[in-house]
């Protein structure tokens, strides 16, 4: 995405690889379905760990133990997923990752404990279908709930206007509805998001209808000024 930082070598990405950049890692082989079925919780532990540190302590990244954002972007790579793909931060909701673009080995073992993944070629076919795990709405909430806590940094209350609309279109990829908030934020509001005007805005996308025939006065007063703005036919 254009407007996030980018890294020294110029290229750019979206907000959850931020700084990334990095050649790819060719070093990893899988043992393939069939062998995974028949090792035992041992030798999937291992690896599991082993494939954790074909990305992490990357020199570029200078982060010991973990994987840092040139790392992901080699991970990434060897999945053939874009940064901005909603699975990227699908997988790190399903680590439990507190850093945008890192991952400890606690986190990445949480994660494809919960995926069911312990080679590249599983992670492969997971990140194609990880819109699937969404698809449930509580798990949704949980997801859409995770996603600010991970967008803002430890010393911000809310999110800036435009990390949180980068995320807004990474989660629901081309929603009429939300490309018209987003556009009418971008023109009338420029002030940052608080997480109860996002967790709101993911509640009022599920329960208010397109034509606001069941919207009530019971959202905060943005949503509510939102709403007199497309009422008004302006």
Not at 77 to 94: G, Y
Not at 154 to 183: E, F
Request: glycine share 6%; proline share 5%.
């Amino acid at each position: 995405m254009s407007w996030s930082p980018t890294s020294n070598n110029g290229m750019q990405y979206g907000p959850q690889y931020r700084y990334a950049s990095g050649s790819r890692n060719m070093g990893y082989r899988s043992a393939g379905p069939s062998a995974q079925q028949s090792l035992p919780v041992k030798s999937k532990s291992s690896t599991v760990r082993n494939l954790f540190y074909q990305y992490a302590n990357d020199p570029s990244d200078n982060l010991p133990g973990r994987i840092g954002p040139n790392g992901v972007v080699r991970l990434l790579q060897d999945v053939k997923a874009e940064p901005t793909d909603c699975s990227v931060l699908i997988f790190a909701w399903k680590c439990k990752a507190q850093t945008q673009c890192e991952f400890s080995v606690d986190e990445w073992n949480t994660g494809l404990t919960a995926i069911r993944c312990s080679d590249l070629n599983d992670l492969r076919a997971w990140f194609k279908n990880a819109r699937n795990h969404i698809q449930n709405p509580a798990d949704f909430k949980d997801f859409y709930k995770f996603t600010f806590t991970y967008a803002k940094s430890l010393a911000q209350r809310g999110l800036p206007l435009d990390v949180a609309i980068a995320y807004w279109q990474i989660i629901y990829d081309g929603n009429t509805r939300v490309n018209h908030w987003i556009q009418w934020l971008q023109n009338e509001n420029k002030s940052g998001i608080t997480q109860d005007e996002w967790d709101s805005f993911g509640a009022f996308i599920r329960q208010v209808k397109a034509d606001f025939s069941n919207y009530d006065e019971t959202w905060p007063t943005r949503i509510d000024d939102y709403v007199e703005f497309c009422k008004s036919g302006k």
